[in-house]
């Protein structure tokens, strides 16, 4: 379907996508976009779930060495 038409007929085209139909859209002939239905929401994330799995370095905060800071500055 191109963007012409996709914009003409976007309530229709999610209708479609609703009842489980995938729909390319794309823009002279090349295909650019893919209308897809959500599926299911992911459950909400609860913080705290990974505690005791992570750690951080002392040193973390720690400068750079000079190697390293050139190699970001070219």
Do not use: C, W, Y
């Amino acid at each position: 379907m191109n963007v012409h038409e996709a914009k003409t007929h976007l309530s229709r085209l999610l209708a479609r996508v609703e009842g489980g139909e995938e729909v390319v859209i794309a823009k002279a002939g090349r295909p650019v976009a893919r209308l897809v239905p959500m599926g299911e929401r992911p459950s909400r994330r609860v913080p705290g779930t990974a505690q005791g799995r992570v750690t951080i370095a002392p040193d973390f905060e720690a400068p750079l060495p000079e190697s390293v800071l050139r190699e970001f500055e070219g």
